[in-house]
């Protein structure tokens, strides 16, 4: 049996290949398949929209957040804390991260609605939003209580709804948008 990358141990930060859309949870290295063009279309819709609003230095699609030596994760968009900027951060840690959103693919949806849910709201990410692209678009905005570590629920919205949050960012939108 061969290995796609050989590697004796767990997989640390360190070790991640430069190239490539891997993530390291307790030491595992997880490979994810391309997304499809459908998440790709709604993962451009939410960077245009939040860079537009938060600015571009502030908001990444792909950018890695690194929890521990020997876990990783790559959510689909990142909203920076304000003050910090991406083009001048070594790295992002949890601390660093305002919002996560993570979109949901068919390959995706036990991770990001429990796994992720649960790694993001444990290290203090303040907003947490998944959106789901089947069978239709909707988004569901969540947020970490004050000394909680458990998401509470903003509000859910589908398509032809305008999403409005106020925490931990303000922003209103038509959900449609994120389509193109």
């Not at 789901?132 to 509000?155: F, K, Q």
């Not at 303000?170 to 948008?177: D, Q, S």
Request: proline content about 8%; aromatic content about 8%.
């Amino acid at each position: 049996m061969s290995q796609l990358f050989p590697h004796a141990g767990p997989w640390t930060v360190d070790d991640l290949p430069e190239e490539g859309w891997y993530e390291i949870v307790d030491g595992a290295l997880v490979v994810s398949p391309a997304p499809s063009p459908r998440h790709e279309v709604i993962g451009s819709g939410l960077l245009v929209l939040l860079a537009g609003r938060f600015g571009h230095a502030r908001v990444l699609a792909g950018g890695g957040v690194t929890f521990s030596a020997v876990n990783y994760r790559i959510p689909d968009t990142l909203v920076l804390r304000e003050g910090l900027d991406a083009m001048t951060a070594p790295s992002i840690g949890p601390g660093d991260a305002l919002l996560v959103v993570e979109v949901v693919s068919p390959s995706s949806v036990t991770t990001d609605h429990i796994t992720k849910r649960a790694q993001y709201a444990r290290a203090g990410i303040p907003g947490y939003w998944i959106v789901e692209t089947d069978p239709e678009l909707r988004l569901t905005a969540m947020t970490l209580p004050a000394g909680g570590d458990v998401y509470a629920e903003l509000g859910s919205w589908g398509e032809g709804e305008r999403v409005a949050v106020d925490t931990p960012l303000e922003i209103a939108f038509e959900l449609a948008t994120l389509r193109g």
